[in-house]
């Protein structure tokens, strides 16, 4: 199942996220041995086999669970079909990564929780790989050292472009789609940073046609008490924004992802604290601009090699990874509970008792 020190691996999916992004980390990873490559149009996994040097390459994903010699499945396809294939590799004995949202809802994360506790022998990593950004571990650092004050509440602005049109043979992504793209990312931050669980969320829609709504939610946090969140999230052809905004009652943090920059302030910005914050964005371009045309496309993309380095090191282990199964639910609670919501008009429950219970 290894190659010297190397875990063997198989990747599903040979889209934009596979070809960009781990493809690329994973054949400069001396723990990776890329073996396999599977995709439902055999054109294009044959062309990624051939261009990244795969051996092995297939139209269905079962070929790389039925071969003894691969040990961890990395699953880069549509968000409908992670929950389906992490399940069906974790019952074949395979360590999982698996791209974020980790399950559509909470229907299929029950399905796919019953599985790894099935196969113990088995671990599941959730790539939100924007924990390992510097620029958060050091907001995150001044966050719990307590300089904001009491927690009162996060707000969050996630505009981003359209993803590729295979996103949209599902129903609920046509409709909800947006929900699932960059938000997981922005919603895990918050939760994470606060260590807190959703208890009530609504969702209502910000524009026409399904391509924006705002999410509210009420949290819970043996951290900081009970803050709210409210996530403005939307596909748009007009410039990215993505952005955290953490509030407190002495001062307030201010993260910028797209542009990878952050700043604490106090009241309203002042016309000083206005030039810091543009000397900080222009900062914050000039390294990417140094870092090269592919680090300025991808901005935060550079890390999930350190997330993929975490993932194979802890499957060699035989160890669950650091950012597991666990951390995936938080975002699909959400995300659940935010069409839930959509659908009935009103706010609902995060976490349904039926649903966790089976």
Not at 22 to 33: E, G, Q, T, V
Request: net charge neutral; glycine share 6%.
């Amino acid at each position: 199942m290894t190659r010297g020190s190397s875990l063997n691996v198989g990747v599903v999916g040979a889209g934009y996220v596979a070809t960009a992004v781990h493809i690329p980390f994973l054949k400069k990873l001396a723990s990776a041995n890329l073996m396999a490559i599977a995709d439902s149009i055999p054109d294009r996994a044959s062309a990624v086999a051939a261009q990244y040097g795969i051996p092995l390459h297939a139209s269905d994903y079962r070929t790389l669970l039925d071969r003894d010699d691969i040990r961890v499945i990395d699953i880069c396809t549509p968000p409908q079909y992670h929950a389906q294939i992490a399940a069906e590799a974790v019952e074949a004995g395979k360590d999982v990564i698996v791209e974020k949202p980790v399950a559509m809802n909470m229907a299929e994360f029950s399905s796919l929780s019953a599985a790894v506790r099935r196969r113990t022998d088995s671990h599941v990593g959730v790539v939100l790989n924007l924990r390992y950004m510097p620029l958060i571990q050091s907001a995150i650092e001044v966050l719990h050292r307590g300089q904001l004050g009491q927690i009162l509440g996060v707000s969050a602005t996630v505009h981003t472009a359209v993803p590729t049109a295979g996103w949209f043979s599902d129903p609920v992504l046509s409709r909800y789609g947006v929900l699932y793209d960059y938000l997981p990312h922005v919603l895990d931050l918050a939760l994470w940073a606060l260590q807190a669980r959703p208890l009530m969320v609504r969702c209502v829609s910000s524009r026409p046609g399904g391509s924006g709504f705002y999410v509210t939610a009420d949290l819970y946090s043996p951290l900081v008490g009970n803050p709210s969140l409210l996530v403005d999230v939307a596909w748009t052809n007009a410039t990215s924004i993505r952005s955290l905004h953490v509030w407190g009652t002495e001062r307030d943090i201010f993260l910028d992802l797209q542009d990878q920059f952050w700043y604490t302030a106090r009241g309203h910005m002042t016309p000083a604290g206005r030039l810091g914050e543009l000397v900080r964005r222009a900062t914050g371009l000039a390294k990417r601009a140094a870092g090269g045309r592919t680090f300025i496309k991808y901005g935060a993309m550079a890390y999930h090699r350190a997330l993929l380095s975490d993932f194979l090191a802890a499957f060699a282990s035989r160890q669950c990874p650091r950012v597991s199964l666990a951390d995936g639910l938080l975002h699909v609670e959400v995300i659940d509970a935010a069409i839930r919501s959509h659908q009935a008009e009103t706010a609902v429950t995060a976490s349904p008792e039926a649903v966790i219970a089976s």
